[in-house]
């Protein structure tokens, strides 16, 4: 018999579906192995047929979002939180940083386009107060990180769940993939904003450029740090920062590069979190980052405005 | 006395949608209106960002056409600093931006729509899909899937990633792809003509036999697009507008783009609707039509027949299926620039011009598989985003959506089958292509239904979603 599959999509930007359909070849092939019963993206079932596998693309914005989110969980034996956004919040979940009425004001008011005042009106699905991954809403049996996940896990995944069997649980960082050279350059200055290094042989933490591969979970096989554009971050951080409080993306990173270029920790710590906005894009909505002791994202937020 | 009818959600399109119609006393359809359901709110999210950063993040508004925003980023940059990219790295951004509308198009043609047109309007839903396609026709369905393929791995190989590509950056882009790659995508894009010179033909046969009646629009319709020496183009040009005739009206700089557009919320959506100013305002399109519409021309031989065979025996309504013809003639036209670029020279020079953020105002545009999109930063004294707005081209089109569900439903409701009502409000908007992720900068979908309200009261309801 084969294995049932359905698909959601909450706040996020429909990347992680169009991953399904990246699957190429490998799509034709599992459509012998899977039926696809639910993917509002491809077909034209609007309920929630009962399936084995279910998996959810986005964070929860909206009530229609939890709302959504509790068929899905009610109708699926296996739950998957597919993609960054629905294991950390992603991008959308940028807006766990403000009251909801700031993100309507600034999206209807006060574009050089926009009337002024303006909000959404009528029937529209009501915001919650603040934007949150999907664990916080219903239970989640499996985390597929990556924005989006890349082809390579995703087949994996798939192919492990259809034999029954978890998918192994891979604990490298984005370094294990990038080829840069880690060399030591002390005295380097710390090049804030930039996102590209004059060197393609070595690491871009050596060369002052801050590159969150070090600290972030490899589910991309590192194709950003290899064409030559810095790792900002988008598959969330690596397992040990996840499981011990006591560590944390900017202080990881700021030990590493301070290794590699010389720059102080504390002006790196310091950037990080002026930037916080930058360096959290990812993950600012989920409690296993915002909660650690001595993180404090909203207020820095704030300050790198105002900064 | 009026009622009016939903459908919730839309699905086979990129985001979270119903189809709302009003009928009057007579039974007569009002007025129709698809509402947008999300909101990320961007605008607010982007504050307090690097803005060296904006084509990463801006990228991921959309999975669907990240390749539109990671570009209208870098382009805004550029405008603002007076930078221009080298040679080179402004041909590989176009090989990039060519792959990414052969996918984003043959994903709307044949993966979206295509299974509407396919099947026939008869068609259950259980058979309307990809994956049904791949059962009944698996030759037709998987050289459907091979030609988006082919757009989405040029997009990985040229921007290191397929959704969400990273490479193109201020200045310039990051890296080469090596001359292996490069053969290899001028091999397939070679490829992709061959299929599309099979796959057009059959589209168009199965078009026609839809007998899809389209009645013309009331209002008129302006075409909005980028034009740069009256040809199609995607990456460079000026804002031009143009009537049904396709009679040029006004043209303008990117950069004032806000003097000529203006947004209105619409009620229960939280998608933008975008006017042309004026007294008083003019409805607009925008996407592929238009573009073909506002310039005539196309840069390549084979796009150029496809078009001007379109043209033939053809008055100059605005019909919505038009966009899928047109999305024909740009596949081709994407297929044959990647061969020319990937199969030809590059200079060997520099990929980047070295540049640094500045306090200032950033504007770029692109045209987005679905039209023209802009994105606007002010900068501060730190190098960080200020204040942003964007303005994507589902927004541009949703009174043309509007006004073609309205002509769609005056034909299909009378025949009282809720069926093929539904399927054919949804077949409309599926030919525009909306792509709501972008539209509210953020995406999802819905079970489907019809609401019919009359005097503000729920008189029926005709719904998809289980019971």
Redesign the interface.
């Known amino acids: 018999m084969k294995a049932k599959v359905s698909t ?12 399904l ?2 699957l ?2 490998k ?2 092939n599992l ?1 012998d192995e899977v039926e ?1 019963v639910r ?11 009962k399936a084995n596998i279910g998996i959810v693309e ?1 964070a929860v ?2 009530d ?2 939890w709302h ?1 989110l509790m068929k899905m969980r009610e109708s699926v034996t296996t739950l998957v939180a597919f993609g960054t956004c629905a294991v950390y919040g ?3 979940g ?2 766990w940083l ?1 009251p909801r009425e ?3 004001a ?3 008011g ?6 002024p005042g ?8 009501v ?1 919650e107060d603040s934007v949150v991954p999907i664990d916080m809403v219903v239970p989640v049996d499996l985390y597929l990180p990556g ?2 996940p890349s082809p390579f896990y995703i087949a994996a995944a798939l192919r492990r769940l259809l034999d029954s069997k978890a998918p192994p649980l891979h604990d490298q960082t984005v370094c294990a993939d990038c080829r840069r050279k880690m060399i030591r350059r002390p005295g380097t200055a710390l090049r ?5 290094a004059a060197d ?1 042989e070595i690491c871009f933490l050596s060369q002052g450029v801050v590159c969150m591969g070090s600290a972030t979970l490899n589910r ?1 096989q590192s ?2 740090p ?4 810095a790792c ?1 971050g ?1 598959n969330g951080p690596r397992m040990e920062i996840i499981r011990e409080p006591r560590l944390d993306i900017r202080t990881s990173i700021a030990g590493t590069m301070h290794t590699m270029c010389g720059a102080d920790e504390a002006d790196i710590v310091r950037y990080l979190e002026a ?1 916080a ?2 360096y959290y ?1 990812y993950t600012v909505a989920s409690p296993a980052v915002y909660k650690k002791p001595t993180v404090e994202l909203r207020e820095w ?1 704030k300050s ?2 105002l ?1 | 006395m009026s009622r009016t009818i939903t459908i919730d ?1 839309v ?2 399109i ?3 949608a119903r189809i709302l119609l009003n009928v009057d006393d007579a039974g007569q359809v009002s007025s129709a209106h698809l ?1 947008v ?9 982007l ?7 904006m084509p ?2 801006t990228a ?5 056409c ?1 390749a539109a925003h990671h570009l209208a980023a870098v382009q805004a940059i550029e405008n603002g600093l007076g930078v221009q990219a080298p040679a080179d790295a402004r041909l590989l951004r176009e090989l990039l931006y060519m792959g990414h509308i052969l996918h984003s198009h043959a ?1 709307s043609a044949f ?2 729509a295509g299974p509407d047109i396919l099947s026939g309007r008869g068609a259950k ?2 058979a ?4 049904s396609l ?2 009944v026709a698996p030759e037709l369905a ?1 050289k459907m ?1 091979r030609l ?2 082919i757009g ?1 791995r040029t997009v990985e190989i040229v921007g ?5 590509p ?2 193109v ?1 201020p200045g310039g882009i ?2 080469r792809p090596s001359p292996e790659y490069l053969s290899g995508i001028a091999a397939s894009a070679v490829q992709a003509v061959a299929i599309l010179e099979e796959l057009i033909p059959v589209l168009h046969n199965k078009l026609r036999a839809l007998e899809w009646v389209e009645e013309p629009l009331p209002a008129p319709l302006r075409s909005i697009a980028l034009s740069r020496n009256g040809e199609v183009s995607f990456l460079e040009g000026k804002l031009t507008v143009a009537d049904q005739a396709g009679k040029v009206l006004r043209s303008f700089a990117p950069s004032d ?2 003097e000529h ?5 619409v ?4 998608m ?1 609707l ?1 006017h042309l100013r004026g007294e008083p305002e003019e409805l607009c399109y925008t996407g592929a039509l238009a573009r073909l519409k506002v310039n005539g021309k196309v840069p390549t031989p084979r796009a150029a027949g496809l078009l001007g065979a379109l043209a033939e025996g053809k008055d100059s309504q605005f019909r919505p299926t038009g966009y899928i013809e047109a999305r024909m003639v740009e596949m081709m036209m994407a297929a044959e620039r990647m061969a020319d670029i990937a199969g030809g020279k590059f200079s060997g020079g520099p990929l ?1 011009t070295p540049c640094e ?1 500045k306090p200032g105002r950033y504007v770029g545009v692109v045209e987005a598989p679905r039209g023209v999109l802009i994105h ?1 930063y002010t900068a501060d004294e ?3 985003v ?6 994507v081209a589902t927004q541009a089109n949703y009174e043309a959506i509007d006004q073609s569900l309205a002509a769609s439903a005056r034909q299909l409701l009378p025949a009282k089958d809720d069926e093929a009502l539904m399927n054919g409000l ?1 077949f409309t908007v599926r030919c525009f292509d909306p792509c709501l ?1 972008c539209a509210t ?8 239904e019809v609401l019919v309200i009359r005097n503000g009261v729920v008189e029926r309801s005709i719904s ?3 019971q």
């Open positions: 959601e999509w909450l706040s996020g930007c429909s990347g992680c579906h169009i991953a359909v990246d190429h070849e799509l034709v459509v696809f993917v509002p993206v491809l077909m034209d079932e609007k309920g929630y047929p986005g914005r909206s229609h979002d959504c992603g991008p959308s940028l807006g403000y700031e993100v309507l600034t999206a209807y006060s574009g050089p386009t926009n009337t303006d909000r959404p009106m009528g029937d529209v699905p915001l924005c989006p804030k904003g930039a996102i590209t393609d991309c194709p950003c290899r064409r030559g554009v900002t988008c930037d906005k930058t894009s937020a790198g405005v900064a | 959600p699905t086979r990129e985001g979270h509402q359901l999300e909101i990320r709110g961007f605008e607010k999210l504050q307090g960002m690097e803005l060296f950063k990463l993040t991921r508004i959309c999975g669907v990240p994903l993966v979206l839903g259980e309307r899909n990809i994956f791949l059962r998987t899937l988006r393929s989405q290191a990633r397929g959704i969400h990273v490479s950056v990051a890296g783009y806000a557009l203006v947004e209105h919320v009620p229960g959506s939280y933008k975008v980047q953020p606007d730190s190098g960080r200020s204040a942003v707005n964007m303005i949804e992720s900068h953020s995406v999802g979908a819905m079970p489907m998809r979603r289980e």
